[in-house]
């Protein structure tokens, strides 16, 4: 069946988006060279918007952003491949409902964390802030099927963390927008390099999990400035600050 038809404006505003946003990973290093993608669902249709797949970045622009369904098949391409981790992002899309947007990256100390399958520990304020919790680990699984996406859900669900380290892999963020899950992917990498340099000089303190989640609620809820009402969400991953 196909999906029905999105408002043509949401998806030329989410074409641009995505597009941006790639550019934020080049800015915070957390792709090189193709790798890595940002998505975002298609508010009230059953679509997606990802980019092409094997693209340079600063050849990415809105009009070449690819539209797909939520079983990953592409419905407008201009004749470009998608993502080759779309059938992950459609995945999650599908069986978490409360996302907007999806990250994967390849940030360096994130990426040295899901190469020893360890989860980054929550010993710092802006971790408990972001993650309310460690940010942890899924498993292990090749490109090509929803595998990826599978681990993604699983890893995540009951879980506050927006980020899972996929192990021997990278990194998978999700947040209620791709702006949101593009925030988690900065901070990801930024802590990991935090608690890997703590690492090298002892063992870090951890903080108690009352205080963290005192943290994560005033974070979430409290911390910048309010939302008009008819624009203010519930608590969720990956809440912007």
Sequence with gaps: MSSPPAPAGAVARLREQVSDLHQELVRYNLVVWTAGNVSARVPDADLFVIKPSGVDYDRLTPANMIVCDLQ???????????????????????????????????????????????????????????????????????????????????????????????????????????????????????????????????DPLPIAGSDIDRLYERYQNVYGQPAPATERPATDRGATA
Excluded at 85 to 97: G, L, N, S
Excluded at 143 to 151: E, L, V
Excluded at 162 to 167: D, G, I, K
């Design 72 to 202: 990953g098949r592409v419905v407008e391409g201009g004749g470009l491949s998608p993502s080759s981790d779309t059938a992950a992002h459609a995945y999650v899309y599908r069986h978490m409902p409360e996302v907007g947007g999806v990250v994967h990256t390849h940030s360096t100390y994130a990426c040295a964390w899901a190469a020893r399958g360890e989860a980054v520990p929550c010993v710092l304020t802006a971790m408990a802030d972001e993650f309310g919790a460690e940010i942890p680990v899924g498993p292990f699984a090749l490109i090509g099927d929803d595998s990826i996406g599978r681990g993604i859900v699983e890893t995540l669900e009951g879980h506050r963390s927006p980020a899972v380290l996929m192990r021997n892999h990278g990194v998978f963020t999700v947040g209620r927008d791709a702006r949101a899950a593009v925030k988690a992917a900065v901070m990801c990498e930024d802590v990991a390099r935090t608690v890997h340099i703590s690492r090298q000089l002892g």
